[in-house]
């Protein structure tokens, strides 16, 4: 069985920023702000969370397997 990785670089779509973060296990990251330019982030149309639109790695319940968080 793989580990599943628990940090994921989110990038802003708006200004490129990027920042390590730490996924949530237990529930989806619906909203996202960027430390730079403030831009609220949210998951992409078919994305279940900001981590799987933006980020380096998808959220721990779909690198799991799961179709949704």
Not at 54 to 60: F, Q, R, S
């Amino acid at each position: 069985m793989e580990t599943t990785i628990l940090k994921s670089t989110i990038t802003c779509p708006e200004c490129g920023h990027k920042k390590a973060e730490e996924m949530p296990t237990t529930a989806c990251q619906f909203f996202y702000e960027c430390d730079n330019c403030k831009q609220i982030l949210k998951p992409k149309e078919g994305d279940c969370c900001v981590f799987c639109s933006y980020g380096t790695v998808a959220c721990p319940p779909i690198q799991e397997g799961s179709k949704y968080c």
